[in-house]
């Protein structure tokens, strides 16, 4: 296909469904946006979403924070989608002017009556936290069924679970405790900008005081 462009030839690609997702309520404690993720891999498996754009909308996405919309689409990968897409929001604005680019926003949203190639609707306040067990995605259990499995290793990190949340709400949990002896505990910030402000916040001394290891390896 490359040498085909190349030569100034046509290079046909099928056009991606696009499908919607509607989203109702909100997500109850210690439920995030990886759960949401998990819930629709484990519904249509690591195969289900090739060729296919999918397109959060509803008054649910809006209880959603950025974070929680960055780990899902960064995950719609793990589906076989070609994208995952919400709408340019104040959730949006709010998160570029922490950032110094509010002038960059502008708003994005679904258009009235449009026309999804197929629809899946989900309840927030009915989901609960998952977990992807080996060696598949898609092979999901809720933490409740793995309530009595030993945990040996714990990485908090990667380009999915790398954020500023995710490492305070863990610094919170560990204050003043010590990780379990027989535990690795490891942490891989996805940005230096990260770690700074884990730091700056004061969350970094509970999380180093517990006994856990820091790798930059991923905010360099």
């Known amino acids: 296909e490359v040498v085909m462009a190349m030569a100034g030839n046509p290079y046909y690609i099928i056009t991606p469904e696009v499908w919607g997702c509607s989203l109702e309520g909100e997500l ?3 439920v995030v946006g990886k759960d949401i993720i998990l819930y629709l891999l484990k ?4 195969k289900g979403g090739i060729g296919k754009i999918m397109e959060f909308y509803g008054p649910g996405v809006q209880s959603l924070e950025m974070a929680d919309r960055a780990m899902i ?3 719609a990968v793990d589906m076989g989608l070609t994208a995952a897409v ?7 604005k709010s998160y570029l002017k922490m950032n110094g680019r509010e002038q960059d926003w502008r708003e994005l949203k679904v258009e009235n009556g449009a026309v999804y190639d197929r629809v899946t609707e989900i309840d927030l306040s009915r ?4 977990v992807a067990c080996p060696h598949s995605p898609d092979n999901v ?3 409740h069924e793995l309530k009595n499995v030993a945990v040996d290793q714990v990485i908090i990190g990667s380009s999915a679970s790398g954020g500023y949340r995710d490492f ?4 919170d949990i560990l204050k003043g405790k010590m990780k379990h002896p027989g535990t690795e505990l490891d942490i ?5 900008q990260d770690l700074e402000n884990v730091m700056e916040m004061g969350g970094l001394s509970s999380l180093i005081m517990a006994g856990t290891r820091i790798c930059e390896s991923g905010c360099l």
Do not use: Y
């Open 28 to 30: 109850p404690g210690w």
């Open 73 to 75: 689409a960064n995950m």
């Open 141 to 143: 259990k809720t933490a």
């Open 86 to 92: 919400f709408p340019s929001d104040e959730v949006t």
């Open 188 to 192: 891989n910030p996805a940005s230096r």
């Open 127 to 130: 989901m609960e936290p998952l």
């Open 43 to 46: 519904e249509f498996s690591v």
């Open 168 to 171: 305070m709400v863990a610094a």
